[in-house]
């Protein structure tokens, strides 16, 4: 199957699942927490552990509950990093925030509601091949890249930065904490998961770290000249400080980066490779 009509495919399953979750309730939290999930995620996270761990083997109804639990702890950080005390952001995938929509307080327990149920399912998941032990690792690696070391620090660090004092490995550890911690655990995940050797999960690690550095910058690139949020506090932004045309060049080399890295690893899986490429910018554009 072409790559794009596998991830077409995946997509679809993976909305049924996350509306699964969501329907049973019917409170004014939980219409939140819907608002927050189906308003037009690109979904990339949960599509990079199903894509890593089918490729090693593992069927798509083990890994699909921790595909689901990361793209939850992710709109839970989209809805929290929206409201008024961090990004104070009024349109998120082109529609009103949620607490434009539902006001801060429904928005904060949309958010606490998500993260917390990313964690239910998890607890609930079944365990893979490997048994209960790599369940637990698994789980504790998610946990540690969304919690107060991993993207919850990147967060700080990006809201306390100066960012025009920031200097670029500055910029890294944040980048990396806040945004590419979860993309690395979505890859490694489904691997690992999945029974893949200590070398496969090593070369993912590597990707999912590249093409979260990418996925980053080609964000700051498209907020470079238009970020400053009411707070009238512009973020740390590296596409501004290094210029259009070389941030595209550093978005290609990391993306080079992660696709080099599979192939060393004898990776070959055409979705991961071309999910990275989708990324590339082509001739400078
Ligand atoms: C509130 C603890 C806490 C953390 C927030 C992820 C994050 C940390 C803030 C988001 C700020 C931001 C826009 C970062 C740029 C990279 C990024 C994560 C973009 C949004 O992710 P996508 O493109 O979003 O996967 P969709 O809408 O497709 O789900």
Redesign the pocket.
């Known amino acids: 199957m072409e790559p794009r009509d596998y991830l077409r495919k995946k997509k679809v399953s993976l909305e049924q699942a996350l509306s699964g979750y969501l329907a049973a309730e019917d409170s004014k939290v939980f219409a939140a927490m819907r608002y927050a999930v189906f ?7 949960p599509l990079l552990l199903l894509t890593s761990g089918e490729y090693f083997g593992l069927r798509e109804e083990i890994l699909m509950p921790y595909a689901c639990a990361i ?1 939850f702890i ?10 008024p005390a ?2 104070n952001d009024d349109i ?2 082109g529609q009103p925030t949620c607490h434009k929509k539902f006001g801060e307080a429904l928005a904060l327990l949309a ?1 606490d509601g998500l993260l917390t149920l990313a964690f239910e399912i998890l607890s609930a998941a079944p365990w893979p091949v490997g048994g209960p032990r790599l369940k637990e690792e698994v789980c504790q690696d998610i946990a540690r890249a ?1 919690g107060a070391a991993g ?2 620090a ?3 660090l ?1 809201l306390s930065f100066a960012p025009r004092a920031t200097d670029i490995s500055a910029y890294l550890q944040l ?1 990396q904490k ?2 590419a911690g ?2 690395r655990v979505s890859v490694t995940a489904g691997a690992r998961l999945a029974g893949a050797s200590l070398i496969s999960i090593k070369a993912l690690n590597s990707y999912g770290i590249n093409f979260g550095l990418a ?2 910058l ?3 690139l498209e ?1 470079a000249g238009q970020d400053m949020p009411s707070t009238g506090c512009p ?1 740390p932004n590296l596409a501004r400080k290094l210029g259009a045309k070389k941030a595209k060049e550093q978005v290609n080399l990391w993306l080079s980066q992660a696709i080099e890295v599979l192939r060393k690893a004898d990776i070959n899986s055409r979705v991961l490779e071309h999910l990275a490429r989708q990324l590339e910018f082509k001739d400078g554009k």
């Open positions: 308003s037009g995620g690109k979904r990339i996270r793209e992710h709109n839970y950080s989209l809805t929290h990093d929206d409201l961090m990004d998120r995938r958010g969304a993207m919850v990147g967060q700080w990006d980048a806040k945004t979860l993309i996925w980053q080609k964000d700051d907020d973020r």
